[in-house]
T-cell receptor
Framework: DSGVTQTPKHLITATGQRVTLRCSPR?????VYWYQQSLDQGLQFLIQ???????AKGNILERFSAQQFPDLHSELNLSSLELGDSALYFC???????????FGPGTRLTVL | AQSVTQPDIHITVSEGASLELRCNYS??????LFWYVQSPGQGLQLLLK??????LVQGIKGFEAEFKRSQSSFNLRKPSVHWSDAAEYFC??????????????FGRGTQLTVWP
């Protein structure tokens, strides 16, 4: 158990819909990262937050957005969903001392 | 541009045999290197990491990896594989430490099958 939690574990929805994925980092970790894992693209970095502020952006679509709240949990919002958005979405967190990203169990999103 | 290449998509070994998974990276600055393992339906678990110092690093579950700057490689090894090692293995490169720890670039992974 990495200490990073993600909810829900599975999500099935229809095209055009909007969903929210939630991540709680390890206690004390200030950084949260979001990654997408798909068969086509492999593991792709989406976005990073550090202590509530956006720090880095990767291959994140404009239909996707994220935020990190004062209690440091993070949410990834996916809207106008397409079939190609079906993937495993991972959240990771890191702290000042660990120099390591610890990954949550992921949310598997299926868009029908 | 930063990138990680894992040349072997799938490797099959017999239980008790030795294992080496290859990883090559391209990174302009000093790389920080990681190996993660993903079991079916699970998240990514850190096996080991290299930041600096001794180029041979030890990890969990009996794994080790060797950093070779001249070859831009960070290969993962295990002297004797167990059936429970069957999983997908990912090599990753990143930069920064502590509060500046940034994104990771991942290879496409190597799927390991272990024959009994």
């Amino acid at each position: 158990d990495s200490g990073v939690t993600q909810t829900p574990k599975h999500l099935i929805t229809a095209t055009g819909q909007r969903v929210t994925l939630r991540c709680s980092p390890r206690s004390g970790d200030l950084s949260v990262y979001w990654y997408q894992q798909s068969l086509d693209q492999g593991l792709q970095f989406l976005i990073q937050y550090y202590n509530g502020e956006e720090r880095a952006k990767g291959n994140i679509l404009e239909r996707f957005s994220a935020q990190q709240f004062p209690d440091l949990h993070s949410e990834l919002n996916l809207s106008s969903l397409e079939l190609g958005d079906s993937a495993l979405y991972f959240c990771a967190s890191s702290g000042l001392v660990t120099d390591t990203q610890y990954f949550g169990p992921g949310t598997r999103l299926t868009v029908l | 541009a930063q990138s990680v290449t894992q040349p072997d998509i799938h490797i099959t070994v017999s239980e008790g045999a030795s294992l080496e998974l290859r990883c090559n990276y391209s990174y302009g600055a000093t790389p920080y290197l990681f190996w993660y393992v993903q079991s079916p339906g699970q998240g990514l678990q850190l096996l080991l990491k290299y930041f600096s110092g001794d180029t041979l690093v030890q990890g969990i579950k009996g794994f080790e990896a060797e950093f070779k700057r001249s070859q831009s490689s960070f290969n993962l090894r295990k002297p004797s594989v167990h059936w429970s090692d069957a999983a997908e293995y990912f090599c990753a490169v990143g930069a920064g430490r502590g509060s500046t720890l940034g994104r990771l670039y991942f290879g496409r992974g190597t799927q390991l099958t272990v024959w009994p």
